[in-house]
């Protein structure tokens, strides 16, 4: 736990001294160290790597101390290392591929999906494998979400990786009197191969049924909502009824259902200097098996963080875990603190400590470090 | 298992209300541009004929705008979409357009133009660029509408962009150029004469952001130092005084900071080499009463005077 500490004040002890070591070794900006030149009029912007892909990198380096029986992590290690390779295919299409690497697990093909750009009627549509349009977390890729960990209940219904597979999507802007922004999505996968209540397919017709409805308003200049529901549907994950023997006879269906809400702050006049942002995502599972032979599984979960960026680099928040039990009437809860300080767009270095409560005598207290960059085109910030 | 089904029923019913929703009236051409600036220019070459609406307030800092799905509803109806280019906005418009489901106005589509591809480009990298060396524009200085000649060859741009798309308009949008080129033309004997008279011209003078060499070139002072030590990275404590010690040396007249940036350190910089701090809005409409790019211009030189008191 001392060495965790020391090793903790050390690094950031370098996070905050290296932006100023480079200004102070940099040479002096009163003149421009690189060489400029005049473009000439109705030039196009120069680009060296024309028709290639956008290709950049996010690396997520994480270290781990303190005690969870249920989760014994390595006390260091590359969570990640995800490439990107995104260009448009053609003038109706565009591509994006992301490559996962890992410092202990194989290469994974995270997400390689097609976009359909010139869909008519306020439709797009999407094919290929992409992380589901379930809740707004989900979306983001892990190593980008404002945490060393995954929310408790998203990790216990989705998996470490979310929820995603291949297969299809539309979504439909639907017109609206209120001039609402209202997206409604629908989506048909193969049954995920790692979810811990759905099933991975084993047939043709396992398949996983996704539709969401989002809603976003502007309330004021410096307010704004995002509000959504969500509901999922795919065979039923039997691992999770861990008080059967005969698996192989169970059959059924698992249907999660979802709301989030999602309410910014931010003052456009200044905007990079403090922001706002509080999250809350709920989930309602429903597992049965056909037959009605064993108890159905019905647990409720959730999670609600508050980030607040308090300076132009520094960022502090919280986070709240509550999920039910599968099995029995019980239910584990949780509490993650952080703060994180990004010394550019590119890189970030957070300290975070987590208590997780399992049942009453059961309960673990983490400490991370989380480091992460990006090199490559610059991407568009997240919101 | 009820509240799952009753979910299902909502999502149904209200999507089918939202869909019951009478489109809105279409107007002639419905024009969507990044920044206020942009829209006042088009406004000026389109005039009835274009209805012209900006994405970012002309207070928000182009590089720094939320892509809010606010924005993608704007889009989705628009017949032309403008940008400034060289990625000032590429924190914030790529995923607006590709959300936008408009087939017009994607980077090719007839609806889309980047009027930074008509403009004179200062600053453009010739050598390696990468991050060491700040949050870099790898395709040239951004900041180009802050020369009065490329907000000319950007309005001939836009009329061109209008005629493409709506050709019946063309004789109407190249008298709209014709008529911006002139009013900028008229006004430019007074921002030079002013210029001179306040001792702009020749001048040396301190900036916070890399924002301003075509306002420069245009009256003729020089940029010697910046406040970041490089685009995007906040100042140390020894560049600070590093800079204090230059702008002393240089006799540096005057230090200009966009108001979208936190004024305290610049204040604290400026008073300690002993000149003026002037926060210079570098967009129409960044406050009150800007309305045109000439107005635009009448009120950075009227602020100039009032901080440089015509010496």
Redo the contacts between chains.
Sequence with gaps: MRSFARMLVACLAFACAA??A???D?P???A????????????????GNLLNPNTSVIGWMQAAAGHDAHDDAPAALLKEAEVGLQA?VD??T?ADIFLSFHDLEEAALEEAYL?F???PG???ARAGKFRDAFGKFNLTHAGETPFADRPLAAATLFGEEGLSGAGAEVSW???????L????TGTVQRSPDESPVFAAAERRNDLLYL?R?VT???LSESW?V?AG?S?ATAPVNTALHDDVVDHAALRGHA?V?GADLTLRW?N??????RSLLWQTEAY?L?A?QSGGLYAPR?PRGGFSYVDYQFA??WHAGVRGDYMQNFADHGHQSGVLGYLTFTP???SLFSVQSRRLTYAPDDTAWEHFLKITFN?G?????P? | MHCIATLRRGLVAVAALLALAPAAAHATLKVVTTTEDLAAIAREVGGARVQVDALAHGYEDPHHVDAKPSFVLKLAKADVFIQIGRELEVGWVPPLLTNARNAKIQPGGAGFLDVSSGVKILEVPTGAVDRSQGDVHPFGNPHFWLSSDNAVLMAQGIAAKFTQVDPAGAAAYKAGAAAFAQHVATAKVRWTAAAKRIGLTGANLVTYHNSWPYFAREFGFTVVGYVEPRPGIPPSVAHTADLITQMKAKHVRALLVEPYFDQKLPKKIAASAGVPLVVLPPSVDASAGMKTYVDLVDKQLALLTQAMGGK
Excluded: C, M, W
């Excluded at chain 1, 421009?32 to 680009?47: I, L, N």
């Design positions: 932006p100023a480079r200004a102070q940099a002096d900006s009163l421009t160290d690189t060489p400029v030149a005049e473009a000439p009029v109705a030039a196009p912007p120069v680009q448009v003038p109706y565009r976009t750009l010139t869909l306020g439709f797009q802007l639907v017109p609206n009197p209120f001039g922004y209202a997206n409604l539709g409805l976003y308003a502007d704004n995002n529901v509901f249907r259902a931010k456009h006049r200044q905007a990079i200097y309602a429903d049965e019905r132009r680099r550019t767009e590119f090199i085109p610059h991407g568009a910030h919101f």
